[in-house]
């Protein structure tokens, strides 16, 4: 990944690692391709694991993204809440890597 700094934003970013289709727009007409599997399959895989753990340790977290994993699987397949919520990993990885910051969590936040 490195400082973050080479990808324009964290879509950009998540679509190198595979886990969101890639998008070319022009003149405000979005065309989204297919997911390219030609990512780093093991950060890909990794940020999947990780979405599948907090999944399973679900009941014991509390706090903003709690709420929206459990509003997202009322309406969605388990395995596709998973996919997102590693995309929205690998979008929080790409905004400290770029920002040089460090993850602070909210109050009221569990640790996973």
Request: glycine share 8%; aromatic share 8%.
């Amino acid at each position: 990944m490195g400082d973050g700094k080479q990808y324009g934003r964290s879509r950009d970013f998540a679509a190198s690692v595979g886990l969101v289709p890639r998008q070319y727009s022009t003149g405000g007409r979005a065309n989204l391709l297919g997911i390219s599997k030609r990512g780093d399959k093991h950060l890909r895989r990794l940020l999947v694991q990780c979405a599948k753990v907090y999944l399973q340790r679900l009941e014991y977290q509390q706090g903003a993204l709690a709420d929206w994993v459990r509003s997202l699987l009322q309406r969605r397949h388990a395995n596709t809440v998973a996919c997102a919520l590693a995309n929205k990993f690998a979008r929080i990885a790409w905004a400290i890597a770029a920002n040089h910051s460090q993850f602070e969590a909210r109050p009221g936040t569990a640790a996973a």
